[in-house]
Structures are given as C-alpha cells and as structure tokens.
C-alpha cells in the first residue's frame, strides 16, 4: 500500500479533534438567563426525544433490511461485507445527524447571549458550532472510509489471502489467485455499498425531520401568525417550542445526515470508477491503480485541512459591520476552495492524477459556483423573481402560489443547463469519448472537488439554523428587540453565504449519482465474473462475456473477456437504448418516482400539520389566559404530536425508496433499473430545483413584504405572501431536499442489489 | 394501389358530409330570447375576432418557418415536399379550430334554449354540436392524408418517374430507380412532416388559448367572485364575456387543433414504421408492405363509420333523467369501440394486420380506459382524494394548495405504470425484442386504436364546454334557475363522458411520441442513403453504413446496408447509451423543458390576468351603478385584454419549443435529440397528469364544498377552494394541455429537421 494513503485517516481524526475543540471552545460561553437556559432545555429534551424515537424506527428498518442482505449474501447473490458496511455507513450517519444536533442545541442559547453582546459574538458561537457539524461529517465519513479500506485492504486481502484464497463459514471472501487489479475492484465496490447505509440513514432523517419540522412550523404559523396574529416564537403559542426543535430536527440533524451521504458517496463513487480504469487508460496517462482508487480519499483529506485552515481565516474585529462578516465567510470558504485547487494542481504534476481530472474539478467547481448564484438570483428579494411573487400577492393567494410555482419551475433552466454542461465538461476534460472511462472517471473527481471543502461550507450552512433557533429563544426570553434583529442578521446571513453550499451539494448529487449509475456497470462486471467463474462465461444479448478462455462463439456473437469489456458492451449486451422499452419504461417510473416520492412527503406534512393546528386551536380554546401570557402553554403536547406525525408518516416514502429499483430489477432487468435511475435522476433534479426555489423565494417574497412593501405585515397582500410561503415549507424543507437523497438512495440499492438483478437477468 | 385504400377518401367525405348535417340540424334550433341572441353575439365576434388575431400572429411565424424549411430543402438538407406539408398541416389543424368553435359559438344558445325546455333537448344540441367539432377534425385529417398519400403515390411517384427520376427546379424529386419499398418510405416519411405544421397551429391554439381564457376566468372570479362577491357569469361582471369567449377559445378551438393533431400523427407515424418494417417481419407475418401503409389509415377510416354509427346510437328519451343520458352517451362511445375491435379482429384474419398488431390495440384500448378511470377517482368528489382537499380547505387556502399539489404528484402513478405496461405490452404483443421492428409498429398501432373513433369521443369531449357556454349564456340571459341546473347537469356530464376521452387523448399522445421517436430513427435511416448515394457509404462510430456496395472496412467496425440497418445499429452507432453524457444530458434538457414551458404558460396567464383583475376593478370603480344592474360594463375592454395578452403571451413558449430542439441537434447531436425526447416525453407526460389532476381536483373540490360540505358557500372554507381553484385554472386549462403537445412538436421538429442534425453529424 502506498504509505500516503495514512493521510487519510490521519486528517480524519485531525477533523475530529478540531471538532471537539470547537465544541469545548462553544461551550465555554454562556447559556445566559435561567430563562434561556430553561427554553433551550426545552428544546433540546424535545429534540433528542425524537431523535431517538426516529432511531428506533430506523434501527427496526435496519434490522430488516440486514436480514434480508443476509440472506441474500448466503444465497451467494451479495457481497458478504455488504451487510457489516451497510450498518456501518448507516450508524455514522446517524452519528454525525446526533452529535450536529446535540452542539446544535448547546449552542441556540449561547448564540443569542453572544448575539446580545454583539453580532460578532453572535456570529462566533453559532459559526464555530457549525464547524463542529462540518469536521464531524468528513472526519466520521473519511474514518470509515479509512478503516474499510485498510481492513480490506491489509487484513481480508493480504497477499497470502490473495494467492490462496479465504474462506470463512461457508462464504468464499478472497478467491484463490486474486490479482491487485481485481483487489482493489472488490474493495471499491464492497466500499460503495457502505453508502446504502448512509443513504437509507439521511433518507429517513431528511423526510422524518422534514415533516417534523414543517407540520411544527406549519402548525405554528397558520394557528399563531394567521389566526391569532401573534408574532413567530412567541411563547404564547403552544407549538413554538416544537417549532423550534423541528429547526434542530429537520435542519441540522437532517442535513448532518444527508451531506454526510454525498460526502461519502461521492468519494466511494469515484474510488470504484478509478479501480475499474482499464490498463490503457492508465497506461495512456501514467496514474497507477492503487493511486487512482486513493487519489479521491486524499483529496478529501487534503480539503479537510484546508477547511480548518479556512474557519480559522474567519475572523473579523468587535465592531463588524454585517458587510464585514459576510466578506469574513466568504474568505474562508472560497480561500479553502483555491487552496483545494492548488493542491489538485500539485497533485496532477505528480501525477496522481491527470491534467484533465484536475480540468474536471475546476469545472465542478464552477459549475457549483453557477448553481449557487441561480438559487440566490431566483429566490433573493434583491431581484426580479422574488420581487414579482411579493407584487402578485397584492391580487391574493392565488396569484401568489402560481406566479411562485412558475418562478420555481422557470428557475430550473440554469441549474439544468449548468450541470448538463458540467457533466460534458468535466467527461470531456478527464477523457471524452475516446477514453471512456478516465472521463466518467473525471466526472466522479468533479463531485468529490465540489465536496472536499465540505469542512468548511457545511458550517456555513449550518450556522444558519443555529442562529434561526437563537432567535427563537431570544424571543422566548424576551430578550431585548434588538438581540432578536442581530440573530435575524445572522440567519440572513447565513442564507446568502449557504448559496454556494447549496449549490455544490445540489451538482454533487447528480455527479454523483452519475458517477454511481457508472459504477452500477461496474457491479456487473463484477457479477459476471463471479458468475462465470475462473474459466467460464456468460452470454447475454448477442455478447458473450468470459473470464479468462475465450469460448468459440456463433456466427453474429461477440465474446469479450470482461475484464475487457467496456461499459457500451455492458449496455449493448443489456439493450440498454432508447428502443428497448424496457429502458424508456424504466425512465417513465423514474421520472414518476420523484414526484409520488413528494406527494407522499406533502402529504405527511399536511397530516402532520393538520393534527397540530387541531391541538394548537384546541388549547388556544381550553387554556384559560394564554393569551394574555398568565398561563403557560402545553409545549410537550406538540412535540408530542409532531414525534408521532413525522414518525408514522417517514416510514412508508422511505421504504418505497428502496423498494422501487428491486421490484423494477426483478421484473424489468438491468434496462428497467438503468432507466429507473437515469429517469429518477433528471426528473428529480429538476423537481427538487423547482421545489427548493419557489420555497425559497415564496419565504422571502414574505419577508419582503413585511419590510414594508405593498402593505407590509397585516395588510392582505402580507397575508397572502404567508399563504406563499407555508406552501412553501414543505416543498423547500420537506420534498425538494428529500429528492436529493432519493436519487442516490435508488442508485444506491441498485448497485447493492445488482448481484440480484444480474443473477436473475441470467437465468 | 390497392383499390381498397379508396375508402379512406371516401370515409373522410362522409364525415365531413355528416357533419354538415349536425350542423345543419344544430341551427335548426332556436336560438331563444333576443337577449340570449345579443350574448351569443357578443361572444361569437370576442371569440371570432380573437381567433383571426391568433391566425395573423400564426400566420407570420408559419411564413418564417416556411422560408426556413425551403432554404433547408435548397441546401438539399430538407425533403422539397415538407414545406407544402407543413403548410398544409398547419392550415387544416387551424380550419378544424375555427369550424368547431364557429359551430360551438352558434350552438351556446340553442342549447340553452333547448336546456329550457328539457335536460335531453339541451343534450341534443349540445351533443350534436359536439359532433360536428369530432367528424370535421377526423374528416379533414384523414382528408388531408389521403390527399397526400394519393398525389405522392399516384403523381410524383408514378412507375414513369421511379423508372427515370423526376426534377424540379434544381429540386430532385424522385431517385431514378426507386424501388416500391424506397417510395412508401418516401412517401411516409415526407407526409409525417405535415404533423409539424398541425402540431404548431395546435401549440399556438392551446397556449394563446389557454392564456386568453385563464387570463379571462382568473380575473372573473378574483374581483368578481371573491372581491365583489357576485355570482359566476354574472352580467353586471365586466370580464364574464371575455370568459365565455375563453371557453370557446380554449377548450374548443384549442381542443380541435390539439386532436386533429394527435389524431394525424398517431396514423402518420404508424404509417412510417409500417414502410419501415424491413422484409423479414412481413414475410413472417405475411402482412404486403403497402397495406402495413395503409392499415392504420384504413382502421381510421373505419373509425369514422363506426363514430358516426355511435352518434345516432345516443338516443334517449324526452324524460330522460341524468342517469340515462350518461348511459346513453357510454353506449355510444363504448358500442363504436367495440365495433372497431371487431373490425380489427377481421382485419387480422385477412392479414391486413398481424393478430400481435390486434393484441396491441386492445392493450391501447384498455390502457386508455384505465387511465381515464384514474382521472375520474383522482378528480371527481365521489372519492377520497378530491374529498379530502375540501377537508383540507376548512384550514386555509396554504393546505388546500399544498393538498391539491400533492394529490397531482401522487396520481402520476396509474396513468404512468398504464402507460409503461401499455407501451412495453403493445410492442411485445406485435413482435418484441425478436421482431423488433413490428414491436414498435404495435405501440403507432396502439394508439391509432385509441383515436380511431375520435369522431365520437370529441363529441362528447366537447359538449361539456358548450353546456359551459350555455350556462353562461342562460345566467347572463336571466333565464329561470332550473335552466342553470340542467345546463350544469349536462356540463357535469361531460365531464364524467370526458374522462375516458382524455385518457386515451394522453394515452395515445405518449404511445404517438414513442412511435414517433422510432420514426425519427427512420428519419436517419433515410438521409444516410441519401448522403451515401446509390454506391456509396457513410461512417458513423464503430459503423460503416452502405447503400448497395459493402466498401471495405477496417478491423473493428461493422458494416451495414442501409436498408437492412436496424434500429438498434443506429443507436449504437450514435451511441444512444446511458453512458453517453450527451445523451443524459438530452434527457436532463428534455425533462427541464417541460418546467420551463409550463412556467412561462403560468408566468404568462399571471401576466394576462394581472391585466384583467386591474381592468375589472377599474371598471367596478369607475362605472358607476354597474353593482346595481344599472350600468352595462364595457365587455369589450375586457375581451380586447385577453386577446392582446394571448397574442403577445403565446409567442415566446411556443418559439422556444420549436427553437429547442433544433438547438439541441446542432449542439448535442442525435443523442442528444433523443434524450431530449425521451426526457421531455417521461418528465412532460407525468408533469401533464400532474397539472390536470390537481387542477380537476381542485375545481371538483371546490364545487363539493358549495353543494354544502365544510360550510358550504361563502364559508372561509369556501374561500380557500376557490384559491385552490384559481390555482388550479392554468393547471389544467393551459400549461396541463400545452404539454402533451410540447411533446409532440418537439419530436415533430426533430423529425423534420433530422436531415440537418444528421448532416452536421456526418461532418
């Protein structure tokens, strides 16, 4: 093993340090008043209440769902590391969704005392709480990375294992006579599996802490705000307190979880891309194997150190302006980001990677950059479309919600033109058609470049809602008006600077799940040569493909050894075009996936949300002088009711997840389960683009108008903008993040179940 | 020439004849009061008058597409026939919008009239209305096929001209030495191209007019309904002219264009893949290449007799309850289906078609009716879904938007999976992955099934707009109460009829585009014999595509002849995979185009109704005693807003769906025109069902909450239904509709433009 490869592990637990660090260093400030400290008590009893009622569902889900990858590891159709990898990855993504949380809630009050100090104090706490989500996410993801790979690596293939094989209860781990090359093959794909875990993980946090989040939110808003027109976060209103847990919920554990799932995924992607380079590729461009399986790893750790580097270059004076800060934020993520690139640059001189790889990253990069600034162009009320949607709230809800609709929907040509012209671009840098595998290769690095500063960009993200809950308890406290302003400064703040983040996770999804629908053919090559055997072979469509003799063939056949065999080969052989109906099936339910998927969610949502403005009302009506602030509201109830909602509802669109792409494997082929994926990919980027920016701008259309346009707050157009953006809450924190992880869940099962689907395409 | 083809000339004559008849006996009726006539009128010259303004605005952009198309055929990259066809297909889909909306704006009345005496009086001249709107358009479609199919057949393909060729002005019209089966492909490909003129006159149609009635009705109700709180059609309403001229303008002239288009595309396209199916599927099938031609003309042709048959079948008696006249209208619809299952049965036992051809009309059939029932339970308030969006209602305008949206996405999935199973049984039914070729002959086959008794489903697709109509006019006319009740009986029947209709009107829309994607391979096929020349070959990928020589190629490429070349050859040669990043990219720019079109309709009737609800409440303010009955408002202004709004509205969405494609075939190639369509297909498809559903279900909700549920009318239950109706009007009255025809002229676009993307691709 190349001994740079210790990096990795090495800047991982680096990260993991500097996160405890950083949450030493939170948790050194003041709670403030004993009423803070008592409201963020609340909150974080609340919050850690349901997180571990939601892990309880989802460990019941794992249990399952590890029986049934047993069972089928026994029945020789499944990689016998797959179900150990696949708890794994789900219990660090649970992790990093818990510990985010946990600093999350430590940090709500502090944030405000800070903030009551001044918007730099403020600004501190809540950044340096962020760091510590950021550094535990790529220092968990990276270490379980690390430690696979060199358990895989040294312990289960070791050389003696290599030459004479390994067998253990039954399974056949190591065949005799395994080659480096095929080493490592095994290795990435066992590896990329750990995703499934991590994925199922950040799906049932996304959609569970999604619609607790919103049927809190929505309850809150539509019984307080509208009916009985108290301000948010007051603490008259009985869902307030849930309102902000679902903050913590849905925002910070959801989002822990999630990017924790592309982080991974996207390295675990590439790693499996650059172990099925074929020779000439590497040969052509002077990268060994064993570097272009690392190479992603070390790229990761490289951006972690460079995040550090980047947190620690946010510093601004006592008497920042809020200018001051923003330039503060983005010094550090875009100085982390150059950095990044130069190291890259260094890296292809060295030939650990190629030029063109290196070329594929810059333009993922910008293509993040692009995304970024189109979200922040369509659903800023700096500009035209938000601007718009406050204007047509002036002739009510109706021409609200539809003009909303059709900003999101019109919003979604930039992201999709960017990231089209991204997927080409950074194909054609790495190696174009004429080398095939070194560009999708390429396209993998783009997404791990976009995600290595992920350190740094996710406390820029989560800051955000960190601030959003300390205003919340400022105002519970009643802490002076202008504490809650700072906060609010600090949560616009945060929006501006999460842009970009936004950006980069939205194009690393679909480069990623690019990258993974690659390596799905990349498991069935695997699946080929398992089922053929050492001096077999198999034969689908007219190819037949062979391990190592190749057999005499009929007449209008076409053997390829498939160690050989290109991904067009995999693809002919399985009619993987356009014709095939099968595929254009397949398109069709992905296309359909992504918007039953929402359905569901709103759906849950609107449950939810209507079992907690019947309790809301209910207590407005029976608990005598809550509105005159004598008697204090019953805030468990509505946590209560939002835990039981969000766990009832997260259940049912999570399974048909990872139900869908094993039914379609089963019963359309690999044609079915490609189209599915390619089909669940475009529809779903785009609808969650649509959902995440009509949310978006209906949300700040809103706050436009309360700033004093068209009426401002009371007046009918300000009640019409509410309407905009609670139908909004749902499509921006519920469905659209949602679909992110949709995409890649689907793309994830399939390639863990591509020994299933591949067996049975054979039969 | 098969003599037997002469019927289809002659079935088109006798529904034209028929339908001279209808209309005659339609203006037989009276058209009651002269204040019932006075409306009429204003309504007949708003709806004229917009219509001549919409043919001038259409009628520049044809002249331009015109000239493009003959410099096209100039350069020689553009068969000289198209730029006929395309004129007119454009000029008949135009006659067939004005014909059925000049007979709707003369039957409003009468059936108002007829509604005054008895529900079956108003259901006959309502119906019979109908009728004439479903036999002009398929008696002009089929007309125009016939017209064409004879004069290239007989005229310029005469035996004298195969033999030695035919010039024309520097134009080489016909090869010397065409062979029988080069001339049916020929002659099927060139008249597929009059499709894109009948597919722009209709993308004009439903956009400006669903722009021109939304624009109308949103401004209607938003001052009138809610704001003033007067009645719907109420006179003293200064936008309830303009409204009715909506209705006209959309769902009638709209709807004619839409299906004349459907309806000669489903044929064309089958009639394409029929000359295409190479020698081997007719002699196994022992189906003669030109009746495979002709087939889907002759099952048309058929159809008519059989549609026409249905419509005397509907016959009730004067007391006729509600109950009745339904099962009246399913007699008539069902008996004429039947009857053409039966004929298609004989059809195959003369092998005229294949019984497989047979098996997949059936499978078109039933899939039709499958859809159409979903649409029903999804959107009618006897069932869950549209009940529970007016439970919804009782909190608010917010969840009753967010319920309906979620109602949409979650009813994509019957209509998908019928379609997915539709397509993937039709073909399978016809010939499958072994006879390849013929599968796909099955899924145009399929869909020619479903459209084959259009001249009946239309009739009672389009009596429901004009018992709309005729509500309208019997409100504004003050006619007594019970007339209002019957004509919304017959509106409520309609749509009950209608449902099976849209089903196969979206079904065979889907089917239509997934021939048509087939056709476009043809498309290739025949330009690549065309730059090849009649010794000579192409190169394209790993392929070498010859004419009648096989040139010698070097190791590793495949040579094909031309003629012989199968679909799957062309894809691989354009490496039509997955994997290809152009060809995802396609299907990520074909999925964006369907959010991006429907956002600008949306923009556009927000823009159009902005307009509107100033005007309106200008008149309310400025107009005095208009409140109290004694004022009359000025009519006028308002009908001259929808139209100017139409006008300028309609033209960038339908540019750009033209625009596109073209853009894509010089930037991205034939892959990437395939994504396209594959993505604009399965992401538009499931986008329109969306749209439609939650717009039926919205309205449908809305009217149960005024029969009296939740509060019934003028409840804040109410209110929020009517936001949710409002919401839901461009839904499904323009952007829904628009959509299955972006579809279809964005695949009619690339198939007449695929000798310029398949030139540049050979460069």
Chains 1, 2 share one sequence.
């Not at 080493?183 to 999604?210: D, N, P, Y």
């Not at 330039?327 to 150059?338: H, Q, R, V, W």
């Not at 990069?365 to 369509?378: H, K, N, P, R, W």
């Not at 791990?448 to 989560?462: K, P």
Request: contains cysteine.
């Amino acid at each position: 093993m190349n001994a740079i490869f210790w990096l990795v592990p090495l800047c991982s637990v680096v990260a993991l340090i500097f996160a405890w660090v950083f949450f030493k260093s939170m948790m050194k400030n003041s709670e403030g008043t004993p009423r803070m400290m008592e409201i963020a008590q609340y909150v974080r009893e609340g919050a850690m209440a349901y997180l571990y009622r939601q892990y309880k569902v989802v460990g019941i889900v794992f249990i399952i769902l590890l029986l049934i990858l047993l069972v089928l590891a026994y029945l020789g159709v499944q990689n016998p590391f797959v179900p150990v990898a696949f708890l794994t990855g789900g219990f660090f993504s649970g992790l990093c969704g818990y510990l985010g949380m946990k600093t999350a809630t430590y940090a709500s009050a502090r944030t405000a005392h800070g903030a009551s100090k001044s918007l730099n104090q403020g600004l501190k706490v809540a950044f340096r709480s962020g760091a510590v989500m950021g550094l535990v996410v790529v220092g968990f993801g990276l270490l379980d990375i690390a430690a696979w790979y060199l358990f895989l690596n040294e312990v289960i293939f070791s050389p003696e294992h290599m030459a004479k094989g390994l067998h253990f209860i039954g399974l056949n781990l190591v065949h005799a006579g395994t080659t480096e090359h095929q080493k490592l093959i095994e290795i990435t794909t066992t590896m990329l599996t750990f995703g499934m875990g991590a994925s199922t993980q950040a799906l049932f946090a996304r959609v569970g802490g999604g619609i607790y989040t919103k049927a809190a939110d929505v309850g809150a808003d539509l019984v307080g705000k509208v009916e009985a027109g108290i301000p948010e976060d007051d603490p008259r209103n009985p869902a307030t307190i849930a309102d902000n847990v679902g903050d913590n919920v849905g925002d910070v554990a959801g989002m822990g979880a999630d990017l924790y799932e592309s982080y991974c995924g996207s390295i675990l992607a590439t790693a499996a891309l650059g172990a099925a380079l074929p020779a000439l590729s590497l040969e052509q461009s002077g990268i060994e194997t064993e570097m272009a399986v690392i190479a992603p790893m070390l790229v990761a750790a490289i951006g972690i150190i460079f995040s550090i580097i980047g947190i620690f270059m946010v510093r601004t004076k006592e008497s920042a302006t809020q200018k001051n800060l923003l330039n503060a934020l983005l010094l550090g993520t875009g100085g982390s980001s150059l950095l990044i690139l130069i190291a890259m640059y260094v890296m292809a001189y060295f030939s650990w990677i190629t030029y063109g790889v290196f070329g594929s990253v810059v333009i993922g990069l910008a293509a993040g950059v692009i995304i970024g600034q189109a979200t922040e162009y369509f659903t800023s009320d700096e500009y035209g479309p938000t601007k718009g949607i406050a204007k047509q709230a002036q002739q009510g809800p109706a021409t609200t919600i539809i003009d909303g609709i059709a900003v999101g929907m019109y919003s979604t040509w930039i992201p999709v033109i960017t990231i089209v012209l991204g997927i080409i671009g950074s194909f054609w840098s790495a190696g174009g058609m004429t080398d095939f595998a070194m560009g999708v290769y390429g396209i993998g690095f783009a997404a791990v470049g976009m995600l290595s500063t992920l350190g740094i960009t996710l406390a820029t993200d989560a800051f955000g809602p960190i601030a959003d809950n300390a205003g919340g308890n400022a105002e519970m406290a009643e802490l002076p008006k202008e504490v809650r302003e700072r906060t609010d400064a600090l949560d616009m703040l945060g929006n501006t600077t999460a842009a970009t983040g936004k950006g980069f996770a939205i194009g690393s999804a679909a480069l990623t799940a690019m990258a993974l629908i690659s390596a799905y053919m990349e498991e069935i090559r695997l699946w080929f040569g398992k089922i053929a055997g050492p001096e077999g072979f198999v034969s689908k469509g007219d190819y037949v493909f062979y391990t190592s003799v190749k057999p005499a063939v009929e007449e209008g056949m076409k053997a390829v050894q498939i160690s050989a065999a290109s991904v067009k080969d995999f693809s002919a052989a399985y009619d993987i075009t356009l014709f095939n109906p099968l595929f254009l099936g397949g398109i069709f339910v992905g296309s359909m996936m992504a918007f039953v998927f929402c359905a569901m969610t709103m759906k849950a949502v609107g449950r939810a949300a209507g079992a907690m403005v019947e309790e809301v009302r209910r207590q407005f009506r029976e608990i005598k002088g809550i509105m005159e602030g004598k008697a204090t509201p019953e805030y468990a109830k509505c946590v209560e009711i939002s835990t039981k909602g969000a766990q009832r509802e997260m259940l049912l669109p999570s399974l048909i997840a990872i139900i869908v792409p094993i039914a379609v494997g089963a019963v359309m082929g690999v044609a079915g389960v490609v189209g599915l994926l390619a089909g669940g990919l475009t529809s779903g980027f785009t609808l969650a683009v649509m959902l995440n920016n009509a949310g978006g701008a209906w949300d700040n259309a809103k706050k436009y108008i309360e700033k004093g346009n068209y009426g401002g707050k009371g007046s009918e157009t300000h009640k019409a903008g509410v309407v905009g953006d609670t139908v909004g809450d749902p499509f921006k924190d519920t469905s659209g993040p949602s679909l992110n992880i949709l995409i890649k869940l689907m793309t994830m099962v399939s390639v863990v179940m591509a020994g299933l689907t591949v067996t049975l395409s054979l039969m």
